[in-house]
C-alpha cells in the first residue's frame, strides 16, 4: 500500500515591517503532503460545517515535470542502477535538509555553533530514514556554512523571509522558499530571493526562483515595486579560503517561461495526488469472508479531511 505524509508547513521566520506586515499568508494554513514520489501542498476551507480540500501542486513539482534530466544525469543514474540511484538522491537530499537547518539557524540567530557539528549530522541521521551515508557529510558541511556566513558578510544581509511556504491561489501552486532577504548595493535596496542549492546549479532552477517570486509578490504585495533579484547559491570546493558561487537567474531565459512551464504543468499532470487503499476495520473480519473487502479506495480529499477532522468522518 501506498503510504502519504502529511505535515503543517510553517515559517522558520517571517520578520514584520512595512514590506511584511501586511502579510496574506497569515489568512490561511498550509499543509505539505509528500507521497508517491510526488509533493503536493493543501488548504482546509472551512463554510459553516463543510469543509473543503484546495490543492496546491509544488513548484518543484512542476520544474521537474516540465523540463527533462539532463544526460549527464540520464548517464549517472544508467551507471549506477535506479535502486543504488535514488538511494544517493534521497541521501542527498537528506544533506540538503540538514544543511538548510545550518544556513536558516545561523540567519534566525546571528551566529551558529559548529563545534558538534558531527553529533548533530549523528542525530539527524537517527531522524531521517534516507540519510543512509553521512561520512561525507562533515567536511561539506562545514565548509558550505563558512562560505555562507562570508557571503551574509559580504552583503551584510538582513534576513526577511527564511523557510518560508507560500501557495499562489491566482496560479494554483505552492512552494517554499529558502530566502528572501535584503541589502544595500551603490545606494539601492536590493531584495534577493535565494535558492540554495548543495550541489549543481542547472538554468532551469530559474523556474523555480520566478514561481517563489510570483508567489512572493501575491503573498506580499509591497514586493511589487521592489528592485528584485533571483539568485542560486551554493559552494565551491575550496581549500584555504571560503567561496561560493552565486547565479543571477533574474533575466535568464528560464525565469521567463516559468508561467508557460506552469500551463504546461496545468494540461498534462495531476493538480492533486491520487486515491489510496486503505483497511476496512471490522469486528466481523473471519477467514470466510472476501480478501477485497478488507480493503476500499478513497478518494485523496477524504483520506485529509479524516486526518484533521476524524470525528466528523
Not at 156 to 168: G, K, N, V, W, Y
Not at 252 to 258: I, V
Request: proline share 4%.
Amino acid at each position: 500500500m501506498n503510504t502519504i505524509t502529511t505535515i503543517k508547513a510553517e515559517p522558520v521566520f517571517v520578520k514584520r515591517d512595512e514590506v511584511l506586515g501586511a502579510v496574506n499568508s497569515k489568512d490561511y494554513a498550509l499543509y505539505r503532503m509528500d507521497g508517491y514520489g510526488e509533493r503536493f501542498y493543501y488548504t482546509l476551507n472551512e463554510s459553516g460545517k463543510d469543509v473543503t480540500v484546495a490543492w496546491f501542486p509544488s513548484i518543484t513539482s512542476i520544474q521537474k515535470s516540465v523540463y527533462p534530466l539532463s544526460s549527464a544525469i540520464i548517464a549517472k543514474m544508467m551507471q549506477m542502477g535506479s535502486e543504488e540511484w535514488y538511494k544517493y538522491l534521497n541521501n542527498k537530499a537528506a544533506f540538503g535538509t540538514f544543511w538548510h537547518m545550518l544556513a536558516a539557524e545561523y540567519l534566525t540567530n546571528g551566529h551558529i555553533n559548529l563545534s558538534n557539528l558531527q553529533e548533530r549530522i549523528e542525530a539527524y541521521q537517527m531522524s531521517d530514514p534516507n540519510a543512509t551515508d553521512t561520512s561525507w557529510w562533515f567536511e561539506q558541511a562545514w565548509k558550505g556554512m563558512l562560505s555562507w556566513i562570508e557571503f551574509c558578510k559580504s552583503k551584510q544581509l538582513e534576513a526577511l523571509l527564511i523557510e518560508t511556504p507560500l501557495r499562489s491561489a491566482v496560479h494554483g501552486y505552492a512552494g517554499t522558499v529558502d530566502l528572501l532577504c535584503r541589502w544595500v548595493e551603490k545606494g539601492e535596496t536590493v531584495y534577493a530571493v535565494i535558492d540554495w542549492k548543495t550541489g549543481d546549479i542547472w538554468d532551469e532552477y530559474a523556474c523555480q526562483l520566478r514561481l517563489q517570486q510570483i508567489a512572493l509578490i501575491e503573498n506580499y504585495p509591497a514586493l511589487a515595486d521592489k528592485k528584485m533579484v533571483l539568485l542560486n547559491w551554493t559552494w565551491t570546493d575550496w581549500r584555504k579560503a571560503p567561496g561560493f558561487q552565486v547565479v543571477n537567474q533574474t533575466e535568464s531565459p528560464f525565469a521567463k517561461t516559468a508561467e508557460h512551464a506552469l500551463a504546461v504543468h496545468k494540461l498534462t499532470k495531476p493538480q492533486k495526488p491520487k486515491g489510496m487503499r486503505m483497511p476496512v476495520f471490522a469486528e466481523d473480519w473471519s477467514s470466510q469472508g472476501e480478501t477485497s473487502e478488507m480493503w476500499q479506495y478513497v478518494e485523496i480529499d477524504e483520506v485529509v479531511l479524516q486526518k484533521h477532522y476524524p470525528a466528523k468522518q
